[in-house]
């Protein structure tokens, strides 16, 4: 890696792995492979104020277990020798009905090891405390395991931390999409700003004021919880009876290096690679 400035590494070749959350889910763009954009893209778009051929790769596919970004994603992930690798997995296992929360991420700490083995830069998520979620409300005590398991081999492999679980902002449906799962454009935007800033760049992002929220009577929102049961709740659930996933027969967005600046979007962006204080509520 070179550098930007004295002491601060130049990232010029960013890896993302994951699932749905990695992907773009929820941000909807079809204009990019998949159909979605998401914060990966964004963070991806102002690293390229560091170095306008930076290359970004994008491995994450929406469904996708902790075994399947282990042993499809890592491999292609190491061969690509990464200066920088974000992951978030795991949320689709905690979501089944039963799950070993040791074993799976003992598999995420083996892989972040084998990318730090190999150069790369790494950041990992926590999941987020979605309580006002049904779904999330639920499983609210595994999250809670697998966040804590997270921190700890973050402390002792030396990586760094979103910790999404104490982003109490995130707390608001303007940015959450549709299906109450993934995060709105407003929230994609967000949580690359949130990147950035555990990252220590300093960066132009700007992030628009969100719309006013939504006044719903008890009339609407009954009938909005109905459409999303009838449209979201009951095919996830037969997904997970059928042991199906809607990222099955999909590949990754960008499966090797693509030019940032071909992306579109994001011209503004930019980030200098000098630590700043940002304000983590948003």
Same mark, same amino acid.
């Not at 469904?63 to 190491?78: C, F, K, Y």
């Not at 459409?227 to 979201?232: A, C, E, V």
């Not at 992306?263 to 700043?276: I, M, T």
């Given at each position: 890696?070179?550098?930007?400035?004295?002491?601060?590494?130049?990232? *010029?070749? /960013?890896?993302?792995?994951?699932?749905?959350?990695?992907?773009?889910?929820?941000?909807?763009?079809?204009?990019?492979? *998949?159909?979605?954009?998401?914060?990966?893209?964004?963070? !991806?778009? +102002?690293?390229?104020?560091?170095?306008?051929? =930076?290359? /970004?790769?994008?491995?994450? =596919?929406?469904?996708?277990?902790?075994?399947?970004?282990?042993?499809?994603?890592?491999?292609?992930?190491?061969?690509?020798?990464?200066?920088?690798?974000? =992951?978030? +997995?795991?949320?689709?296992?905690?979501?089944?009905?039963?799950?070993?929360?040791?074993?799976?991420? !003992?598999?995420?700490?083996?892989?972040?090891? !084998?990318?730090?083995? *190999?150069?790369?830069?790494?950041?990992?998520?926590?999941?987020?405390?979605?309580? #006002?979620?049904?779904?999330?409300?639920?499983?609210?005590?595994?999250?809670? =395991?697998?966040?804590?398991?997270?921190?700890?081999?973050?402390?002792?492999?030396?990586?760094?931390?979103?910790?999404?679980?104490?982003?109490?902002?995130?707390?608001?449906?303007?940015? #959450?999409?549709?299906?109450?799962?993934?995060?709105?454009? !407003?929230?994609?935007?967000?949580?690359?700003?949130?990147?950035?800033?555990?990252?220590?760049?300093?960066?132009?992002?700007?992030?628009?004021?969100?719309?006013?929220?939504?006044?719903?009577?008890?009339?609407?929102?009954?009938?909005?919880?109905?459409?999303?049961?009838?449209?979201?709740? +009951?095919? #996830?659930?037969?997904?997970?009876?059928?042991?199906?996933?809607?990222?099955?027969?999909?590949?990754?967005?960008?499966?090797? /290096?693509?030019?940032?600046?071909?992306?579109?979007?994001?011209?503004?962006?930019?980030?200098?690679?000098?630590?700043?204080?940002?304000?983590?509520?948003?």
């Amino acid at each position: 890696m070179s550098a930007t400035s004295a002491g601060t590494p130049r990232i *010029n070749r /960013y890896v993302a792995l994951g699932d749905s959350f990695t992907e773009g889910v929820g941000d909807d763009d079809p204009t990019r492979p *998949n159909g979605v954009r998401g914060w990966a893209d964004r963070v !991806a778009s +102002a690293l390229a104020g560091i170095d306008a051929d =930076i290359g /970004y790769a994008n491995l994450a =596919i929406r469904g996708r277990l902790m075994d399947g970004v282990v042993d499809e994603q890592l491999p292609r992930a190491l061969s690509l020798r990464p200066d920088l690798v974000t =992951i978030s +997995a795991g949320g689709n296992d905690i979501l089944r009905p039963s799950v070993d929360l040791d074993a799976i991420v !003992a598999r995420y700490a083996d892989m972040v090891a !084998a990318l730090r083995d *190999n150069g790369a830069r790494v950041l990992v998520f926590t999941a987020f405390d979605g309580t #006002w979620n049904p779904i999330y409300r639920m499983l609210r005590g595994r999250m809670a =395991i697998y966040n804590e398991l997270i921190r700890e081999f973050a402390d002792d492999l030396g990586v760094e931390l979103v910790d999404f679980w104490r982003m109490d902002h995130f707390a608001d449906p303007r940015l #959450w999409s549709w299906d109450r799962l993934h995060l709105s454009p !407003a929230g994609h935007e967000r949580m690359a700003f949130e990147v950035l800033r555990v990252l220590g760049l300093e960066h132009t992002l700007r992030l628009p004021p969100l719309p006013p929220a939504e006044s719903l009577t008890d009339s609407e929102r009954r009938t909005a919880d109905l459409r999303w049961t009838k449209d979201f709740l +009951a095919p #996830w659930v037969l997904r997970r009876i059928t042991g199906t996933s809607s990222g099955d027969c999909m590949e990754p967005k960008y499966p090797a /290096y693509v030019d940032v600046g071909e992306l579109g979007h994001g011209a503004s962006e930019s980030v200098r690679g000098l630590p700043v204080e940002q304000p983590s509520v948003l």
